[in-house]
């Protein structure tokens, strides 16, 4: 892509060196440890297609340790994305009070705590007009939650599991796991960039 500045490897690392190692769920089995590597992060930061932009602002309600987070690494250092960690514990409510007061131009969030944050009531009084996509991930996702999402956050959604940045669908509208809506909502250019440097 055009502007884009690589990010350098560490003095003597090499491309199959562990970065970092994140600690599966077990939802196929027991947990267990699953590294990445130079190589991993980098093409995972060169697929992230509209995942990411420049000086995002991205709200995270998943943990460091969670593979959501820890496959962005370089993605997030690449694309200079400030992450935004949403309140402990969790509620909907904070959710939203963040999304506006950080004015994230990137939801990210399980289906669960999308369906939660939909219904709020204060929803739609909200200022979310920095926001230009909706990501979720590790269930599928309905076409009723989908839709909802698309209308009522007035953002395109992506929704992946396992591989949030290799799977994609190239047609617009609710998806169920593994497709994303392929337009684009335009961002809002210098006032990203002055909240991302904050």
Not at 159 to 186: D, L
Request: proline share 9%; aromatic share 6%.
């Amino acid at each position: 892509m055009a502007g884009r500045h690589p990010v350098p490897r560490p003095a003597g690392a090499r491309a199959d060196d562990p970065v970092c190692i994140v600690w599966t769920s077990g939802t196929t089995g027991l947990p267990k440890g699953a590294w990445f590597d130079h190589r991993a992060l980098e093409a995972s930061a060169r697929l992230s297609d509209i995942l990411s932009a420049y000086h995002d602002v991205r709200l995270m309600p998943v943990p460091f340790a969670h593979a959501g987070y820890m496959n962005k690494l370089w993605d997030q250092v690449e694309f200079v994305i400030s992450c935004v960690l949403t309140a402990t514990p969790w509620t909907a409510e904070s959710m939203l009070e963040q999304m506006v007061a950080e004015h994230a131009t990137m939801g990210w969030g399980v289906p669960t705590q999308w369906a939660k944050l939909v219904d709020l009531p204060q929803l739609a009084d909200a200022d979310l007009s920095a926001l230009r996509l909706c990501s979720t991930g590790s269930a599928p996702v309905t076409p009723e939650l989908a839709e909802k999402m698309r209308t009522r956050l007035v953002a395109p959604s992506w929704s992946a599991t396992r591989a949030p940045s290799r799977r994609r669908s190239p047609v617009p509208g609710p998806t169920t796991g593994g497709g994303a809506a392929a337009h684009r909502r335009p961002t809002a250019g210098g006032h990203r960039a002055q909240a991302a440097g904050r």
